[in-house]
């Protein structure tokens, strides 16, 4: 109903990985299995995500979606630094508090959106090919870059061994792979592609030897008739992607998120002209004929389970944990919701003077109506952490850079308090992985009453454009 039925998925890890009463219903290498799964699930959700987006709408929403990840990226880290003043008492009846690298520890764990959630909300909701859908999509794929670059950060502060090239490769091998992409689609692959599909409905001329010309038919007939060759070819381009991006250090994700890209646009280019039964049973049929149900009934909803098993439950309620965590989480909250704020200005700075050329007087009244309803959505989904708000989290504490000092101590020190950080910082990553998908699905469920009230519904169920047109 409210389009974030991945909430139920979670808490069903919070109770089988890490129940209350203290005994695990699965083992470690059970939880580890499923989080392997999980992992395989995301990255199909990703997939999908690259195959729904329009790549050309992508290109122009590039400054929106990078202004969106760059205030989401800065504010948490910069409220972070509230934490200097929350007390924590040690075993000896001292207070400590956390250091500025604990500080920016915990802002490093809440500054990226949970790219998993992002797609789950859209996909359900069906914006993906929405502007603002397109918006979050570039948003989300830029904080998952940015989440690498903070795990090899908090790394290298626990390690104290600092390298400029350590911390740059995720970026560097991210848009590179990025690049070489756009470079060879249309120099190499779409040319490769064409002669392909052009040798495959050539007929052969008369004055073709014999033999020649039945070895150049019995090829084709082989190609034409091999069993699944859109699942092979699609799943080749996904595995090639993934690989090359693990061996260069660059986001699996995001590799995930092109090769879904890629396989849209070469799907594109080999079907006929004028053949819309094989456009609207392209590339997105196969995935959801081949991939769509594993990723949707057993995946997926393991991905979201494993957020579950990474939650201590038992320690989080702690009554001088618990204010911190609450008060922490509305930082973060209001410092992932400022970034509403961008689209607001982007609609000020177009539409101050500034008349639409060919619009009539009641579509020029539509235009200039504030994009509350898309501030807002994108605020709620960029709160939505996640799997990286955990990793990091969990790495800052292995590496012991939640530390904390006495004010009347300059020296720093990895204390058991430490964990008490660490809960804090995880109520913070748990409540916004919460708040995040149950705001967005209000207010899509408004948005769809009020399009069924002004116009009838979309056969797939997806958000028309009347209620997202004034959005320029």
Avoid at 58 to 74: N, R
Avoid at 80 to 86: A, C, N, V
Avoid at 89 to 97: K, L, S, W
Avoid at 259 to 265: D, I, M, N, P, Y
Wanted: one cysteine or more; proline letters at 4%; aromatic letters at 8%.
């Amino acid at each position: 109903m409210l389009f974030c039925g991945l909430l139920g998925e979670i808490f069903v890890g919070i109770i089988w990985g890490l129940p209350l009463g203290g005994t695990s219903w699965l083992s470690q290498s059970v939880q580890e299995t499923v989080q392997s799964l999980g992992y395989l699930g995301l990255i199909g959700i990703v997939f999908e995500g690259g195959l729904g987006t329009s790549i050309s709408q992508l290109k122009k929403t590039a400054l929106m979606s990078v202004s969106i990840a760059t205030a989401g990226l800065c504010l948490p880290i910069a409220l972070s630094f509230i934490l200097l003043r929350f007390p924590y008492v040690t075993q000896d009846g001292d207070t400590v508090y956390p250091t500025p690298l604990a500080a920016f520890s915990a802002g490093a764990s809440l500054c990226s959106t949970s790219l998993g959630t992002t797609f789950a909300i859209l996909s359900a909701a069906g914006m993906q090919k929405t502007r603002l859908g397109v918006v979050l999509v570039g948003a989300a794929m830029m904080d998952d870059v940015v989440g690498l670059v903070m795990v090899k950060i908090i790394t290298a502060l626990g390690s104290g061994e600092i390298s400029g090239w350590a911390i740059a490769r995720p970026i560097i091998a991210s848009f590179a792979l990025m690049l070489v992409t756009l470079a060879i689609t249309p120099w190499v692959l779409l040319p490769l592609l064409r002669a392909v599909v052009h040798w495959l409905h050539r007929r052969e001329g008369s004055s073709e030897a014999g033999a020649k010309k039945k070895l150049n038919e019995r090829c084709k007939s082989i190609v034409r008739d091999m069993p699944h060759t859109g699942f092979i070819l699609v799943t080749l381009i996904l595995l090639v992607f993934v690989t090359i991006a693990a061996f260069v250090d660059a986001s699996i994700l995001f590799a995930s998120f092109l090769a879904g890209g890629l396989v849209t646009t070469l799907w594109a280019a080999s079907e006929p002209q004028g053949d819309e039964v094989a456009r609207q049973d392209g590339a997105a049929g196969v995935y959801e004929r081949y991939y769509g149900p594993a990723v949707t009934y057993v995946l997926a909803p393991f991905f979201f389970a494993s957020i579950g098993f990474a939650i201590p439950v038992r320690d989080m309620f702690n009554g001088s944990i618990v204010w911190k965590g609450v008060l922490y989480t509305l930082l973060m909250f209001l410092a992932k919701a400022a970034v509403g704020s961008v689209v607001y200005a982007e609609y000020l700075i177009k539409r101050i003077g500034r008349p639409l050329p060919g619009v009539d007087s009641a579509q020029e009244s539509i235009s200039r109506r504030a994009p509350h309803f898309q501030a807002l959505t994108i605020s709620l989904a960029m709160v939505a952490r996640g799997e990286i708000g955990f990793l990091i989290a969990s790495l800052s504490l292995s590496s012991g850079t939640l530390t904390l000092q006495a004010v009347s101590s300059m020296a720093a020190q990895d204390s058991p308090e430490s964990e008490g950080l660490f809960l804090t910082i995880t109520w913070a990553v748990v409540l916004c992985t919460l708040i995040g998908p149950v705001g967005v699905g209000i207010m899509v469920s408004r948005l769809h009453r009020l399009e069924s009230r002004s116009s009838p519904p979309s056969l797939d169920g997806s958000i028309g454009l009347t209620s997202l047109s004034p959005w320029m």
